[in-house]
């Protein structure tokens, strides 16, 4: 009997150090972040897991012994789990190193006189920070910051994009043409432009039409051009000065709708001259959808509609032979 309560105290003496040994291991903890660098407002998911602990805190914050949380810090900063049993305590900690948000980039466009006469040139300046890449309507892709004389036949809008990692700006500069009134015009001769001269220019010269958000022309259009190149390069035809005037439909970002009009003007003006049109004849712009009337999908003639609204109009400027009305 006494061997029997010795075997038993044995025993109990036994599980009574195990228990304590149990109650004093040492907690650990992991930490986990799903990445190291990261810009202002991006997120980041830091994960945790434990053992042997009483009580997990993240970052001073109480929280489950395993788990996760998504941050989105805007400096860089220290995660830092702290597991706890008792008086003993586990710590781990990773860096998310967080680099500032691009600044948007900024955009200026003037010209030096706003107000000119026809034959007359004006310089047109732009500066522009926090950009990669920055195009002007006329111009196409310039420096992001310079200078650059025009000599605009009519009244002309100069439309600035400035893109850069930080997002799009947006600038413009009007340059107003008007006529140079003569100081003595004899009654019996027409000195001007023929009033008939444009109305000929658009019976020859008919608008081009595009796909939804394309600028390549298609098979109908280089024909419609091929017949436009063969008149413009016609005796007296060829003194002729026009505009390419590239439109959208309503639908899209009025920032996008103006660089896809430009990339429709531009895609003309570029196969007439192909055509063996003098491009020092032509000028751009584009005008987005700032003049789009369609409602919906409709053949590109019936007006308005969205396909109708999907093209690239040609004015006349000046030029050609004097026709009497």
């Known amino acids: 009997m006494e061997r029997k309560y010795s075997r038993l105290a044995a025993i109990i003496f036994t599980a009574s ?7 004093c291991a040492k907690p650990k903890v992991q930490l986990q972040v799903s990445r190291d660098r990261l810009q202002q407002g991006e997120e980041v ?3 945790w897991s434990s053992k042997d602990a009483k009580q997990v805190t993240l970052n001073g914050n109480p929280v489950d012994k395993t788990g996760a949380q998504v941050f989105t810090p805007d400096t860089t ?10 008086n003993k305590a586990a710590r781990d900690s990773k860096v998310v190193a967080v680099a500032p948000k691009p600044e948007r980039p900024t ?7 706003e107000a000119i006469t026809r ?4 310089t047109l300046r732009w500066s522009s920070n926090n950009a990669d890449r920055v195009t002007i309507s006329e111009l196409g892709t310039v420096p992001s910051s310079g200078s650059r004389v025009v000599s605009p036949s009519q009244s002309t809008t100069y439309n600035g994009t400035a893109v850069g990692p930080g997002g799009t700006e947006n600038a413009s500069a009007r340059v107003t043409v008007t006529e140079e009134a003569p100081t003595e015009r004899p009654r019996t001769t027409n000195t001007g432009p023929s009033p008939t001269m444009a109305a000929i220019f658009a019976q020859n010269i008919r608008p081009i039409y595009f796909e939804l958000d394309k600028s390549d022309l298609t098979a109908e259009s280089r024909d419609t051009l091929r017949r436009s190149a063969a008149w413009l390069t016609q005796g007296s035809n060829r003194s ?9 439909d309503p639908r899209g970002t009025e920032e996008y709708n103006i660089g896809l009009g430009e990339r429709r003007a531009q895609a003309a003006k570029e196969f007439l001259a192909s055509l063996g049109v003098d491009a020092s004849r032509i000028q751009t712009v584009s005008y987005g959808k700032e003049r789009a009337a369609g ?6 003639t019936q007006a308005p509609s969205w396909a109708h ?5 040609f004015i006349y400027a000046s030029g050609g032979a004097p026709r009497n009305p």
Do not use: H, W
Request: aromatic residues 4%.
């Open 17 to 23: 150090i195990l228990i304590a040994l149990v109650g």
């Open 45 to 47: 998911r830091v994960s």
């Open 77 to 86: 900063t220290t995660y830092l789990a702290v597991a706890t049993r008792g």
């Open 107 to 113: 955009l200026k466009i003037s010209a030096d006189q």
């Open 119 to 122: 034959g007359q040139s004006t």
């Open 240 to 248: 002729i000065m026009f505009r390419i005037e590239g439109n959208c």
């Open 295 to 300: 409602t919906s999908e409709g053949g590109p």
């Open 309 to 313: 609204d999907r093209r690239d109009d």
